[in-house]
């Protein structure tokens, strides 16, 4: 079965630093892959796609790759800040009908 | 504002009474879903509707039923709530056209069963 995993430990790192968040899937070749950030108690917001033809995709201090021959998409914040904390989780259309599949996510800590 | 909005946002109840949690968008999308997010599990769907009338299992439908009579709202209903099935539960809506859309999630409904 289709498995996703994320980092289950917390990243901590400092401000201004970038942080790298990995995303791993196994038994499945998807189309694309999204990332969503969750703050505590509230619903996931998405932040970026990226398609299986595309090796990187950009949004402002943002970066996503994606590798399908590793099976893994990374996840960058470059310069981070303190508001960056937060749950970020990966999810790739595994099914029919828009199904997603969510990771676990990975917990981020910026500290000052 | 594009939003989906979920009643009630919290929920104490005990085992065996029936309850519904209420799932809107004003965004015309036809794609709901309703997810249950637990620690070290993440969010596993549990139904999920194409559209009106059409509804389908998710990954863990067990215990709960839905119902889509009207394009924007999407109960999600447990006829008898046990402790397992105590959890912060989302609903999210989509656009079927231009695929891929990302959801929109609700704020979430964290539900404790005694």
């Known amino acids: 079965s289709q498995k996703i995993e994320q980092n289950s430990e917390a990243l901590n790192i400092q401000e201004g630093k970038t942080a790298t968040l990995t995303c791993n899937y196994t038994n499945y070749s998807p189309a694309y892959l999204q990332w969503y950030r969750q703050d505590p108690g509230r619903g996931p917001v998405f932040l970026l796609l990226i398609r299986e033809n595309e090796k990187e995709k950009r949004k402002e201090r943002l970066k996503v790759t994606f590798d399908t021959t590793l099976k893994q998409s990374l996840f960058h914040i470059t310069a981070s800040q303190p508001a960056d904390s937060a749950t970020y989780l990966c999810?790739?259309?595994?099914?029919?009908?828009?199904?997603?599949?969510f990771g676990t996510g990975t917990r981020l800590q910026v500290t000052l | 504002e594009a939003q989906v909005t979920q009643n009630p946002r919290y929920l104490i109840t005990v085992t065996g009474k029936k309850l519904t949690v209420t799932c809107s968008q004003n965004m015309n999308h036809e794609y709901m879903s309703w997810y249950r997010q637990d620690p070290g599990l993440g969010l596993r769907q549990i139904y999920y509707?194409?559209?009106?009338?059409?509804?389908d299992k998710g990954d863990v439908p067990e215990g709960y039923k839905v119902s889509r009579k009207e394009k924007r709202n999407f109960p999600l209903i447990l006829e008898s709530p046990s402790p397992n099935q105590t959890s912060l539960y989302f609903c999210a809506s989509s656009s079927q056209m231009g695929q891929p859309t990302p959801p929109y999630f609700g704020p979430g409904t964290r539900l404790l069963v005694l």
């Open positions: 509707s194409m559209n009106v009338e059409v509804t």
């Open positions: 999810a790739l259309p595994t099914g029919t009908a828009s199904k997603l599949t």
